[in-house]
């Protein structure tokens, strides 16, 4: 078969002093930090929709890219082309996972018969190619909001008919995820929201969502899957209010419905930012509750109220990113570039240099990350700003006691001496000196 990328040759490390544009300037896969190599650290995902479908096309405009991989799209046959495409590309760079959508795969027929035939072509073709290469499915997910029965939702539709079809969809993804391998099956609830209380049963519409969802675990554990569900938090867009929030938001409903123990977070960069957090917040959240799985990286445009899915270059958000996966024990998902080139960057050149910046800039958050923890004195101040709670009325407190035992104590003392400084200043000094090291 005669390769798609002709001019790209395989992408190898070179360091950071290389000028070379087709070479990882941070990237090292091989490199141990922390015990672990940077490639164990960094499951870098490719998703197939962005890289491989997407082309440009916006609100305003048609496709500034060519991504017919030399084959007529709609046809079986492109299908096929965007899967040599991708496997070629993903070699080229060394990333060994890939994440889709079921319609990312083929295009969709009129019947669902048909699209499931399709999908069973297509994903075992991608079989065959994964056979004597590292690449394996990272996570897979059905689109349930771009086809216009899911107008009103998909788990929360008000179409009986319509939540069957999102159940089909839901059964048939999921046995293509355990086909392929996949480590995790994502929810993101495009549709799964509402513009107005008007016309809307917002007890009913959340219930109707659990409901798929355990049947999704129930079906999911009887062929087999025994990776993590995730829920994908998203704040708006296309839904004005979406039922998954953030973070917090979506660990309280599935705390609420029982989904604990099965779900846990993927989180996306620009979903954290649009949601007014900071990614770091949303990692956070998702590791304090348990639930930090898996990571859509990309980055948004402050100055831009929507979802901008830019490939990531900022490297304090990367390195406050990896602090946090590293202070959780590592991911059981991994980082999915979820994330697409700008419009005017066209070529094929461009999706390589894309990835190189993104897995670049990840890397070097590692590596600052890594540095951040061995340097202590972040960890420790934190440490040291509690340390009232050793005292023996802190001990107190947290062996759990009465108000009117505090109080009296509040009473002899009369006043608060000296209140704890936050320090922020000289932290975020710390931090610089740490990543201008
Ligand atoms: C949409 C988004 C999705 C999910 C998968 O904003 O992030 O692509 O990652 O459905
Ligand atoms: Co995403």
Known sequence: MSEIFANIPTIKYEGKDSTNPLAFKYYDPERVIMGKKMKEHL??????????????????????ADKSFGAEKGTMEHAKAKVDAGFEFMQKLGIEYFCFHDVDLVPEADDIN????????????????????????????AN???????????????????????????????????????????????????????????????????????????????????????????????????????????????????????????????HATLAGHTFQHELRVSAINGMLGSIDANQGDMLLGWDTDEFPSDVYSATLC?????????????????????????????????????????????????????????????????????????KTILAGTTLEELADYAAKLGTVASPISGRQEYLESVLNSVMFR
């Open 322 to 394: 990896m602090y946090e996966v590293l202070k959780a024990g590592g991911l059981t998902g991994g980082l999915n570039f979820d994330s697409k080139n700008r419009r005017p960057s066209n070529t094929f050149e461009d999706m390589f240099y894309a990835f190189i910046l993104g897995m670049d800039t990840f890397a070097l958050g590692l590596i600052k990350a890594a540095e951040l923890i061995e340097d202590g004195r972040i960890d420790n101040f934190v440490k040291e700003k509690y340390s009232s709670f050793d005292s023996e009325i802190g």
């Open 114 to 141: 048909e699209t499931n035939r399709r999908l069973d072509e297509i994903t075992d073709y991608i079989l065959e190619k994964m056979q004597g290469t590292n690449i394996k499915c990272l996570w897979g997910t």
């Open 144 to 270: 349930m909001f771009s086809n216009p029965r899911f107008m009103s939702g998909a788990g929360s539709t008000c179409s009986a008919d319509v939540f069957c079809f999102a159940a089909a969809q839901v059964k048939k993804a999921l046995e293509l995820t355990v086909k392929l391998g996949g480590r995790g099956y994502v929810f993101w609830g495009g549709r799964e929201g509402y513009e107005t209380l008007l016309n809307t049963d917002m007890k009913f519409e959340q219930e109707n969502i659990a409901r798929l969802m355990k049947m999704a675990v129930t079906y999911g554990r009887s062929i087999g899957f025994e990776g993590d569900f995730y829920i994908e938090p998203k704040p708006k867009e296309p839904m004005k209010h979406q039922y998954d929030f953030d973070a917090a938001t979506a660990i309280g409903f599935l705390k609420a419905h029982g989904l604990d123990k099965d779900f846990k977070m993927n989180i996306e960069a620009n």
């Open 43 to 64: 499951p870098f995902a490719m998703a197939w929709w962005h890289n491989l479908c997407a082309a440009g096309t916006d609100m305003f405009g048609r496709d500034t």
